[in-house]
């Protein structure tokens, strides 16, 4: 399930970067003294009692400003705001309210969103300032006293922070629906996909590139189950995002490939692979989800007797780090194989939620080590004590060893392929894990 998203705003120079790079733990935000160093959305995943959040670092808010950058900063903060399921708003306890912090209080009230108010630098340890009690006068509840160089008072922040998430078991309440982000560079044909599966116009279509922004759910149920089908913004390269709803839009396709069981890869049989439909499907590889990879247009394709065959061996080289995913040739012009990539999908899904018992795993294991025996190292041999499957989505695997340096990762291949030979798993990523134990003397 997609994680909630937590969102850190206010004025330029309250501290907003350093609090970010405080409780994600590591300095993805760059710091500095100039107000408006941070101008687009920074993301980070943060841990707190167990939960796990999304956090966005924003540009500083400067409601009345006519400069263009910070003009554009004011508008990637208010995407943040739409996609946040809690704000926190960043404060100085240094300079007290100014006229900007009751700006982006009134700003932040208007968009009915749960907020947490804490008003940093307060770095001194013990009873809180006297200058605290200013502001309530912002009307938005109890103000929490913060130190984001030295983490004192985000504990109970992020308490409040908390309270306001939606419900865990909310979250992870699963049904039989398969969740299928649909994912690729701009103009593949990702929407008319979606409008061919629905059977009407249920997301704009256009020959302009990026004329998605958003990520649009469709629900389809039919003979083969019940899907709800992501539609997603275009993902390309990174010098040619410069529009502000476009960098936006990027990150909301991320998280639908989060929230997604499966993800079909679009590529464009006209044009070709590209190196970002690689960047595109490693998103999905990484994230460990169901992978398809569905060849669009081949209705314009001139081909012979020969055409699908080679088209697919090329692919298979230009995608050699996902060759578990299956290919399929499609058109969502004309319909063609649209029944197949839904038993396709399902196929897939089943895969990416596989379950091996251990006593089957250690068959395998032990069949091929006979077989190949493991590598050895100035006189040391490698030694699989057994193997156990940890979890689902992605199927993922716990060897325990003798020395994890011994375990080269072409014997980890040879095994995963082993398990690949006996149970298939088609279509899904898998992870392996090294555990190291000592030999009990």
């Not at 107000?35 to 943060?46: A, F, K, Q």
Request: hydrophobic letters at 40%.
């Amino acid at each position: 399930m997609a994680l909630p998203v937590v969102a850190i705003v206010g004025r330029p120079n309250v501290g907003k970067s350093t609090l970010f790079n405080k409780l994600v733990g590591s300095r993805l935000s760059i710091v500095d003294d100039t107000p408006g160093v941070t101008r687009d959305r920074i993301y980070g995943e943060c841990e707190w009692l167990g939960r796990k959040m999304l956090l966005v670092d924003t540009g500083g808010i400067e409601p009345f400003s006519e400069d263009v950058i910070l003009s554009q900063m004011r508008r990637q903060a208010q995407l943040a705001i739409d996609s946040a399921d809690v704000i926190i708003f960043v404060t100085d306890i240094r300079t007290g309210i100014v006229a900007t912090d009751e700006e982006v209080a009134q700003m932040l009230i208007k968009s009915s969103k749960p907020i947490v108010l804490c008003v940093n630098k307060c770095d001194s340890v013990g009873e809180p300032p006297a200058e605290l009690y200013e502001f309530y006068n912002l009307g938005l509840g109890d103000p929490f006293p913060i130190s984001s160089v030295h983490g004192h008072g985000t504990g109970d922040m992020l308490d409040e922070v908390l309270k306001f998430l939606p419900d865990e078991q909310e979250e992870q309440e699963e049904d039989d629906t398969v969740k299928v982000a649909v994912i690729g560079k701009p103009n593949v044909g990702k929407s008319s996909l979606i409008n061919a599966i629905a059977g009407e116009e249920r997301v704009i279509v256009s020959d302009i590139a990026g004329t998605t922004r958003d990520a649009t759910d469709t629900l389809i149920e039919n003979s083969h189950g019940k899907f709800v089908f992501i539609d997603t913004a275009g993902l390309r390269r990174k010098s040619r995002v410069d529009d502000a709803i476009e960098k936006y839009s990027v990150i909301r396709a991320r998280m639908a490939v989060e929230r997604a069981h499966v993800c079909v890869i679009m590529i464009d049989a006209v044009e070709g692979f590209t190196e970002q439909d690689s960047k595109v499907a490693g998103i999905a590889h990484e994230q460990g989800k169901g992978c398809i990879i569905a060849v669009n247009k081949w209705d314009a394709v001139e081909k012979d007797g020969k055409t699908m065959d080679s088209y697919r061996k090329k692919l298979m080289d230009d995608f050699s780090f996902m060759s578990y995913a299956p290919i399929i040739f499609i058109s969502a012009k004309t319909g063609q194989r649209l029944d197949r990539l839904f038993e396709l999908i399902k196929y897939v899904n089943d895969q990416n939620a596989v379950r091996i018992s251990t006593g089957k795993l250690n068959d395998i294991l032990a069949e091929a080590t006979a077989r190949v025996q493991p590598p050895t190292d100035k006189g040391r041999r490698l030694k699989i004590y057994y193997i156990t499957q940890a979890t689902t989505r992605p199927p993922t695997f716990v060897c325990f060893v003798n020395r994890k340096d011994l375990f080269h990762y072409s014997y980890q291949r040879y095994i995963d392929n082993r398990i690949r030979e006996v149970f298939g798993l088609e279509g899904t990523p898998t992870r392996m894990i090294i555990r190291e134990r000592e030999q009990k003397k």
